[in-house]
């Protein structure tokens, strides 16, 4: 939620902010900022609201001679997405200007308090309270130190934030601070970066430092990073690492949309989830964080799974998968819940938390609240060193690559693969999956990837050609039954996201319990009906829906005969166990929901009202 960027170093600061806020659009996209220190004039600042393309359009780059600088790509918290409510903001006196992600909790009290001392506002943000409460600090203590009286305005404020701040009295310096929202800060050769994320400077530089939670730092090309905690105000050595990230991964490679290319990259990035963690010949799952913990999983009384959104859906899979193999009780919870229910969770438990982004608020928030009560944390994640990475315990990463898109698509697959070798480790390890299923399945797994391709070389075509039917449709209904229950979870969610046509995803026998009411001849319904599993009541479900002329689109395997008769369009996928089935029929799920969002000219990459990671509650 909300993209920060900033830049300090010998290049023209404009280009090096604006292109870095168009890597970080994904974060937010309803309005857009930059802040530049022009030599001799001070600040200027353009923000609009709208998309970075639109800020290029109001905003002049001062033809390089300004050189530090900082932008803003904005997902509304406080106040609406409006230009005065755009990042950066500024102090009333005009020399301290801010950009922020989060959200300032007590902001209202701050405000009230700088109010009666005189402070005018001309936005409805927490933001530009915050950025005046530094300036009170300063006005209360001339002497004090710019870093400073962030850091003591900073000790005032609850919520979740990072933040950038430059004062036109401190040339050339950048105050950084990480509270619960990423901030990466690029180490090049006499110029420094800071971003939410790696993506705006890993063609400069190939060294970052990964602001730790309750860190703050003052950029110069003076002084270097010079890191502090915010509360104590003790000097941090930091950690340098190493980028791994590559330009390639972060540009659309010739796709139109990073969505179709993040579908079409699933098997690659199911076979980097796999490589070197299922060796079939040694007949061994090696994933570290399981193997260390197998005991820990073996004795817990019960799993609980905890995610948002499309990674929660997973966790339903894997309550299938986990109960088949390993016979472990799971419940799956959304974390928004499990967090404010006062949920019950004992030293025996075990927590899965998986999320793609690794910052979704609720889901730290559920994690801490069980590390509280002594569970033990797995999580699973696809950004290396994210916080929800760095919080659990143990875990394993997704390795899918950097997802783009705001529609979580290889992140889906990938979770659901873990899921998958976490569920057979467990299995074989406590003896309830005997060794030539382990074997079976494992060396199933291997297959994965060879099977998407074909989904997608298969399927692609003909999935572009039907989706153009279904333009004007406003209802979708997605079933599904045992494995393929949450595959039409995610179906819906993926076509109401990027669409904006309303979906609902159902067990196919909950159908009658309801749903059915609304099947006429104008209402499309996806049927997953995989060979194996409940097939024959999946006929009988396809049979009631086509008594009532509903139009069955049906996801099926290349044998099948009995549901594709009765359906109006067919599309079909390899065979497999049906515990695999879910990632097989995901793909041409993605690729119906992408195409008609495409042909109703939606933005799909970024669709409306949505954000990539959601770091506020
Ligand atoms: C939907 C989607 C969201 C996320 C959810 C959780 O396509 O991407 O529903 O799955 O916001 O995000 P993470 O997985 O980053 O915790």
Redesign the pocket.
Known sequence: MCGIVGYTGFQEAYSVVVNGLKRLEYRGYDSAGVVLEVPESGFYIAKTKGKVADLVSISQSFEGKARIGMGHTRWATHGVPSDKNAHPHLSNNGKISIVHNGIIENYDTIKKILTDKGYTFGSETDTEVLVNFIQYFMDTDPALDFSEAVRYALNEVYGAYAIAVMHRDFHGELVVARLGSPLAIGLGEKEYFIASDASPFVEFTKEAIYLEEGHMATISLDKGVDIRTIKGNERITPAIQELKLSLEEIEKGGYEHFMLKEIFEQPKSIHDTLRGRVLVDEGIIKMAGIWDHLERFSKADRIIII?????WHAGLTGEYLIEEYARIPVEVEYASEFRYRNPIITERDVVIA???????AD?MAAIKLAKEKGAFIYGICNVVDSSIARISDAGSYTHAGPEIG???TK?FTAQLTILSLIALKLGKHNGNLGNAEFMKLISELETLPKKIEEVLETTHGSIKEMSKNFLEVSNFLYLGRGYNFPTALEGA??LK?ISYIHAEGYPAAEMKHGPIALIDENMPIVIIAPQKGHYDKIVSNVQEIKARKGKVISVVNYADSRVSKMSDYTIEIPDSSECFSPILASVPLQLMAYYIAVYRGANVDQPRNLA???TVE
């Open positions: 995610a948002c959104g499309t990674s998986i999320s793609q982004s690794g910052e979704t889901t705001v529609a979580s992140a969610l993926k996201e990539k990671s959601v």
